[in-house]
T-cell receptor, first 112, second 115 residues
Framework: DQQVKQNSPSLSVQEGRISILNCDYT??????FLWYKKYPAEGPTFLIS?????DKNEDGRFTVFLNKSAKHLSLHIVPSQPGDSAVYFC???????????FGTGTRLKVLA | GAVVSQHPSWVICKSGTSVKIECRSL??????MFWYRQFPKQSLMLMAT?????????EQGVEKDKFLINHASLTLSTLTVTSAHPEDSSFYIC???????????FGPGTRLTVL
C-alpha cells in the first residue's frame, strides 16, 4: 500500500521555465511534508517542508503548496536551472513518530 | 543544514560475511537516527528507527536479527548486516534528527554489494 505517491516518474522542463512536481498521499494522519532532492549514489538533500497548518511555504526559487482536502502537495521551482536536474522525493510524516514515508520520486531534467 | 556522514561509502563482501556501516552526525546531536534502504529506481524504504540508548524499532518485514542497529551515542549509529546474501545488496542510507530540527538530515549512503 503506497501511502505517498508521485505519479510522474519523470519530467523535462526548459531552463528558465517553471517545474511543477506533484505528490499525493492517502493517510490523513500525516501533518508534515517535505521535499528532498537526490543525485545518484548520494543521500537526499532537504529542500523545503510544510506543516499541515499552512497551505504554502516559499524559500527562494522553491515553493511548496499543500491542499489538505485533496491530500495533494506540489513543489514549484521557478526559474528552473540545469543544476536542478535530479530526482525529487516527497515525504510525509506524522509528528507523533517522526518517521518519513517517501514517494517513489520524480526525475527532473532541466534542459539548457 | 546539519551534516551526516556514512562510512564506508561502498563495500563489497562475500556471501555469509557481516558488514558494519557507520553513521555519524558531525555537527549536531542526533537523538533519533533512521536507516533506509533503496533499491535501484525505487523509493527509500525505512528499515528501522533508533533512539540513543534504546533498542531500535524495526519496520514490518525487516529482520532485526539480520540488521543489527546500535545507537550508542548521540552522534553515532551503526548498522550491521549479518550473514549477508546477494539479495541484501542495496544502497543503505542513514539519517539523523536532532531535537532542534523538524527535518531529518541524510548521510551520503553506502552501496553494499554481496557476491
Amino acid at each position: 500500500d503506497q501511502q505517498v505517491k508521485q505519479n510522474s516518474p519523470s519530467l523535462s522542463v526548459q531552463e528558465g521555465r517553471i517545474s511543477i512536481l506533484n505528490c499525493d498521499y492517502t493517510n490523513s494522519m500525516f501533518d508534515y511534508f517535505l521535499w528532498y532532492k537526490k543525485y545518484p549514489a548520494e543521500g537526499p538533500t532537504f529542500l523545503i517542508s510544510i506543516s499541515s497548518i499552512k497551505d504554502k511555504n516559499e524559500d527562494g526559487r522553491f515553493t511548496v503548496f499543500l491542499n489538505k482536502s485533496a491530500k495533494h502537495l506540489s513543489l514549484h521551482i521557478v526559474p528552473s536551472q540545469p543544476g536542478d536536474s535530479a530526482v525529487y522525493f516527497c515525504a510525509a510524516s506524522d509528528s507523533g513518530t517522526y518517521k518519513y514515508i517517501f514517494g517513489t520520486g520524480t526525475r527532473l531534467k532541466v534542459l539548457a | 543544514g546539519a551534516v551526516v556522514s556514512q562510512h564506508p561509502s561502498w563495500v563489497i563482501c562475500k556471501s555469509g560475511t557481516s558488514v558494519k556501516i557507520e553513521c555519524r552526525s558531525l555537527d549536531f546531536q542526533a537523538t533519533t537516527m533512521f536507516w533506509y534502504r533503496q533499491f535501484p529506481k525505487q523509493s527509500l524504504m525505512l528499515m528501522a528507527t533508533s533512539n540513543e540508548g534504546s533498542k531500535a524499532t524495526y519496520e514490518q518485514g525487516v529482520e532485526k536479527d539480520k540488521f543489527l542497529i546500535n545507537h550508542a551515542s548521540l552522534t553515532l549509529s551503526t548498522l550491521t548486516v549479518t550473514s549477508a546474501h546477494p539479495e541484501d545488496s542495496s544502497f543503505y542510507i542513514c539519517s539523523g534528527k536532532g531535537s532542534s530540527y523538524n527535518e531529518q538530515f541524510f548521510g551520503p549512503g553506502t552501496r553494499l554489494t554481496v557476491l
